[in-house]
T-cell receptor, first 116, second 112 residues
Framework: GAGVSQTPSNKVTEKGKYVELRCDPI?????LYWYRQSLGQGPEFLIY????????DSGLPNDRFFAVRPEGSVSTLKIQRTERGDSAVYLC??????????????FGPGTRLTVL | QQQVKQSPQSLIVQKGGISIINCAYE??????FPWYQQFPGKGPALLIA?????SEKKEGRFTISFNKSAKQFSLHIMDSQPGDSATYFC???????????FGKGTTLSVSS
């Protein structure tokens, strides 16, 4: 079956611009996660959705970052007033559910964001 | 404070050899310890995982060894193959059971 898909695969923008990154999770997965991976580093957690609600947004670095999942499926990560330091690969993952009994997180290929 | 420390940063192994990657963690409340494999341009994929109630788990050529008292776990790749060349990440599951906390990764190169 289809895995997690992310669009666009690459995004180049200028400092100060607004960007949106999209994630399509595996069908039937209620939990969705966003991570950010800087060059040479491991992924860092940004935000977790259970259904439509953001259950944990403790990893968002500041208020320029925002994410939505209005219908409990597709999610969009939104970054306002982009800065060069936002350049990274943004990874999306989904799992059947989350909580005390861990469900495997399946990752998408990521969106490479470059801020000039 | 880095919650997960992974070593070495890079590793070169000859074909057929054993690759060993180590990971140390801080918080004793963690109870799920996966290893992820990532190829260039791809997202991480779960390779093998262990819970702290066992000391070792083997799946094919891949083995996790877990030392709860030392707060360490390691990945062993037996009979390493060129196709194993990738970046490997250890991770722990946060206390809420939701987000993964990753190490910085180990780049493995298996020479043929």
């Amino acid at each position: 079956g289809a895995g997690v898909s992310q669009t666009p695969s690459n995004k180049v923008t200028e400092k100060g611009k607004y960007v949106e990154l999209r994630c399509d999770p595996i069908s039937g997965h209620t939990a969705l996660y966003w991570y950010r991976q800087s060059l040479g580093q491991g992924p860092e957690f940004l935000i977790y959705f259970q259904g439509t609600g953001a259950a944990d947004d403790s990893g968002l670095p500041n208020d320029r970052f925002f994410a939505v999942r209005p219908e409990g499926s597709v999610s969009t990560l939104k970054i306002q007033r982009t800065e060069r330091g936002d350049s990274a690969v943004y990874l999306c993952a989904s799992s059947l559910t989350a909580g005390p009994i861990y469900n495997e997180q399946f990752f998408g290929p990521g969106t490479r964001l470059t801020v000039l | 404070q880095q919650q997960v420390k992974q070593s070495p940063q890079s590793l070169i192994v000859q074909k057929g050899g054993i690759s060993i990657i180590n990971c140390a963690y801080e918080n004793t409340a963690f109870d799920y310890f996966p290893w992820y494999q990532q190829f260039p341009g791809k997202g991480p994929a779960l390779l093998i995982a262990i819970r702290p109630d066992v000391s070792e788990k083997k799946e094919g050529r891949f083995t996790i060894s877990f030392n709860k008292s030392a707060k360490q776990f390691s990945l062993h790749i037996m009979d390493s193959q060129p196709g194993d060349s990738a970046t490997y990440f250890c991770a722990v599951l946060n206390q809420a059971g939701t987000a993964l906390i990753f190490g910085k990764g180990t780049t493995l190169s298996v020479s043929s």
